[in-house]
């Protein structure tokens, strides 16, 4: 940003705050150089008010005096003007750049809203033992490993509308958390969560549909809000595997 004369400035927008002052140094630009008893005649006040308000724009340098002999011609300076112009040049300068990043993340927002993904699979187990597997921390440990690599030391879940759950991916030695809050839960056909990762800069959000398919199950997963394709790409590919590993533990 421009640094600016702040007492510059201070003067200058101090002096043009009367209307009297403004319309004085409006005068001055349109007609040139005046002598003072002119320019007391176009108000409906005395001669000393008139001087006053002319000596304020003195010392902020928005006019100035030339003495020829006993006539006082004073005369606009409009440089202090070009300063303040720069000043708000400044500050538009700054909201533009403020509402060129707004523009951004709305674009970002509504683009990652639009990238979603879906994938399901018919697990040979009854409904209530799919749902209750998501809700199980101790069940996620076994099966929420979207890589072969990948192991679950720790999972937590608070099971309710509202609560929070946690899980600890590892691969190798890098612990990865994923974390989110339960948006729906109705037993035994669907759970809602946000879902909460270090590769994200927002939250995204997941819902599960079960349906009792003969004597397993459909498990229908939808993830909605992705940054890129690539993301949207990753991470079906990881649901596919994690949906795959569910299906082994509960056979």
């Known amino acids: 940003m421009v640094e600016h004369n702040s007492n510059t400035l201070s003067d200058t927008l101090k ?8 319309s004085i140094l409006t005068s001055l630009v349109q007609q040139g150089p005046t002598r003072v008893t002119e320019l007391a005649a176009m108000y409906d006040m005395s001669l000393n008010s008139v001087s006053k308000h002319i ?3 003195e010392r902020a340098n928005l006019v100035t005096r030339r003495t020829l002999g006993r006539v006082h011609l004073i005369e606009a300076n409009l440089s202090p003007v ?10 538009r300068s700054i909201w533009d750049i403020r509402l060129e990043a707004l523009d951004n993340i709305v674009t970002k927002e509504n683009l990652m809203t639009d990238i979603s993904l879906t994938v399901s699979r018919t697990i040979n187990a009854p409904t209530k033992a799919v749902f209750d597997a998501w809700l199980d921390p101790e069940m996620l440990k076994q099966f929420m490993m979207p890589g072969d690599s990948m192991i679950v030391p720790s999972a937590s879940t608070d099971p309710t509308v509202g609560g929070r759950f946690e899980i600890i991916m590892r691969n190798g030695d890098q612990d990865m958390p994923h974390s989110g809050t339960y ?9 809602a969560f946000t879902w909460e990762t270090p590769f994200s800069e927002t939250a995204s959000n997941v819902a599960i549909n079960f349906t ?6 459909t498990v229908e997963l939808s993830h909605v809000k992705f940054e890129s394709e690539e993301s949207r790409d990753n991470h079906a590919a990881g649901w596919g595997k994690i949906l795959e590993s569910l299906a082994a533990v509960l056979a």
């Open 212 to 217: 009792p398919n003969g004597d397993g199950t």
């Open 15 to 22: 002096a043009v705050s009367d209307p009297t002052r403004r």
């Open 183 to 191: 948006t729906e839960i109705n037993r035994h056909s669907r759970i």
């Open 82 to 91: 070009n300063a303040v112009d720069e000043w708000f040049k400044d500050l």
């Open 55 to 57: 000596k304020v724009l």
